[in-house]
């Protein structure tokens, strides 16, 4: 790690540690290293599964087959990924009492995992699904079951499609969450962005937000961001060395 990298990671722990209002929002690059594949990379889902069918809502409903082989053969099997050592830095942070809240794109549930206790899902999570027509609800093992038996899932009461309880293209995000969202990165003074490419919006306008009402903007992410330009101090690097050296600062 080069000494200008090492200063940055110095001048986190230091905002951290400062009394001051942290937001935290991660994306999908800090649980590559728990076995997920990111959506944008070279090797992410994106590069395998078209993104224009995969998780469109309208194209779901005409032919739930294509979202459902993707689930089949990678979705679901997220359910039994174990968080790394990002996931347990943010759940030391928030026992630290350095953030109250933490918000995420990812659907993983891999933050409650290592310790999170209040987590401002933006895009769902694959904890439960629901069926379009009746409401009925379906675990997460429930569906790996259904799964197994045939190709497309459908209610076990009234024979309607299942959908994860995830946020397609063509829906919106859940209300709460995104209001919580704002008002976090509203309220804050320092802000970080770990792990996204802040490409999707409306999650990718909250550094801007919090930019607006006077917080110092933190981006930490492998390669490019749209946040990079207005950014006050931005970490390119690998999240295990990241992790590690933010540790031994704190």
Partial sequence: MTEFSDNKIKELSIDLKSKKKVAVLTGAGISTDSGIPDFRSESGVYSKWDSAKVFDLDYFKKNPGYFYEYAR????????????????????????????????????????????????????????????????????????????????????????????????????????????????????EIFVAMGSSLSVYPAASLPMQAKRNGAKVYVISRGKTNADYYSDCKIDMDFKTFTTELNNCL
């Fill in 73 to 188: 053969n990678e979705l679901f099997g997220i359910k039994d990924k174990k968080p790394n050592s990002t996931h347990y830095l943010l759940g030391k942070l928030e026992e630290m009492g350095i953030f109250r809240q933490i918000i995420t794109q990812n659907i993983d549930m891999l933050h409650q995992k290592a310790g999170n206790r209040n987590v401002i899902e933006l895009h769902g999570s694959i904890e439960k699904s629901f069926c379009l027509k009746c409401g009925k609800c379906f675990s997460a093992d429930d569906m790996l079951s259904l799964l197994e038996k045939t190709e497309i899932p459908v209610c076990t009461t009234c024979g309607g499609f299942i959908k994860p309880n995830i946020v397609f293209f063509g829906e919106n995000l859940p209300e709460n969450a995104i209001e919580d969202a704002f008002k976090l990165a509203e309220e804050s």
